[in-house]
């Protein structure tokens, strides 16, 4: 049985450990959302959230998961019969691909095999036969395999053809890694908050570019919920369309500030830092790479032959207190995953090294001796005090 205490580890890809400040955030007593303390807090959090996204766009707060921000993307911009192309490298892009379809849209799709990024000369070829394309869709990190996709270079490409948008899914991206939406020339981003924003799940902010805006009007899809012209509206008054998630969105106000405190390039690197540890200390337990273009913001292991990735994530859980991600679909039990986003200490670093090596070592007596587990241990902390 694992124990939530404080020795409780959250290593999943999102959601994530809490910061003391969030949780302490998530406690307060309600208050309504038409109040002026909460109004201060709205105006605060609009403008913030710009500076995570690196624009100078509106963001909208949507109370939904990501997936409903997924679904916001695409309803504001497209119309039913438009084509758009759909990158599917993982559980998530082949989601967004059947989301664009119910929603009538002509969708092909470039099918890239799990552990791969595209190739954005794929993504060039498809354009130029057929540039009248609505929108191409990809994730920034596909979550289920851990690969970072070539965003910067797909936007570059895709920015030169005037018919056609380039919608993100960064909700293992966006705050864990540098996305630029204005430099990069992103047409639509949508970021989740139980992944990369460090709260609990609930919430998508989603933002687009002045390319995509002028499709507000034009697009015909049905929308009630997630017409932002709505909410567009809405806050130019300093209010939200719906009720505001006043619990997340005061705790998003903490992250914000912690992170306008620590800089966006110490998060980072921070993020980095633990991604760049996990797989340098995981690969000497024995571990390798599933992701040919890791992302910082999840790593998948490929486990030893022998053994089964749902069994050492369950004992990893049930003995150690630590929770990570088995792998989905053609991938399970070949893979475990582990997030790198949220609130982690050094010592949870070292414990989670410590711990895979002794459930290798439960599975397979042979496979390491308890000399080789301290020993990488040992380096694993000599890493942390020399990288910091
Ligand atoms: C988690 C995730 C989603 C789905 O988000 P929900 O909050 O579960 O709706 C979509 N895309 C990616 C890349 C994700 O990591």
Redo the contacts with the bound molecule.
């Keep these: 049985m694992t124990s939530f205490n404080d020795e409780y580890s959250l290593l999943a890809?999102?959601p994530v450990n809490l910061h003391p400040e969030v949780r302490k955030a998530l406690a307060l007593p309600m208050i309504h959302h038409r109040t002026p303390e909460f109004d201060v807090i709205l105006k605060r959090v609009l403008a913030g959230i710009r500076q995570v996204f690196q624009t100078k766009e509106d963001v909208y707060l949507l109370s939904c998961?990501?997936?409903g921000g997924?679904e916001a993307l695409l309803v504001n911009v497209i119309s039913p019969g438009d084509k758009v192309l759909a990158i599917v490298s993982g559980k998530?892009g082949e989601r967004w691909a059947e989301m664009a379809k119910t929603f009538g849209a002509d969708v092909s799709i470039i099918n890239v095999p799990w552990g791969e990024t595209v190739n954005p000369k794929d993504v060039e070829a498809h354009l130029q036969r057929l540039p009248e394309t609505r929108a191409v869709l990809c994730?920034a990190?596909?979550?289920s395999t851990a690969v970072a996709h070539p965003i910067q270079k797909l936007a570059e490409i895709i920015s030169g053809f005037p018919e056609t948008l380039f919608l993100v899914?960064a909700?293992?991206a966006l705050g864990a890694y540098s996305l630029p939406m204005d430099e990069w020339k992103i047409d639509g981003l949508v970021a989740?908050s139980?992944?990369a924003f460090m709260l609990p799940?609930g919430m998508a902010f989603i933002s687009f570019s002045k390319k995509a805006q002028a499709f507000f009007e034009k697009a015909t899809c049905p929308r009630f919920y997630f017409d932002v012209r709505k909410e567009k509206k809405a806050n130019a008054s300093g209010e939200t369309f719906f009720s505001s998630n006043v619990t997340i969105l005061r705790a998003l106000d903490v992250v914000l500030n912690l992170i306008n405190k620590q800089g966006l390039e110490s998060l980072f690197h921070a993020i980095h830092r633990r991604a760049e540890f996990t797989r340098i200390f995981a690969q000497q337990l024995g571990f390798t790479l599933y992701a040919k273009s890791p992302s910082d913001s999840v790593t998948a292991l490929v486990v030893p032959t022998t053994m089964d990735g749902q069994k050492i994530r369950l004992e990893l859980e049930e003995t150690h207190n630590i929770t990570i991600m088995g792998g989905q679909d053609q991938a399970k039990g070949k893979i475990i995953r582990i997030g790198h986003m949220g609130y982690i200490q050094d010592h949870e670093l070292l414990k989670l090294i410590d711990n895979l090596g002794q459930v290798l070592r439960k599975f397979d007596p042979g496979s390491l001796t308890l000399e080789q587990i301290s020993m990488v241990v040992n380096d694993g902390k000599q890493w942390l005090e020399n990288n910091p």
């Design positions: 890809p999102g998961t990501g997936s997924l998530f994730q990190c596909e979550t899914d909700i293992t989740g139980q992944k799940t």
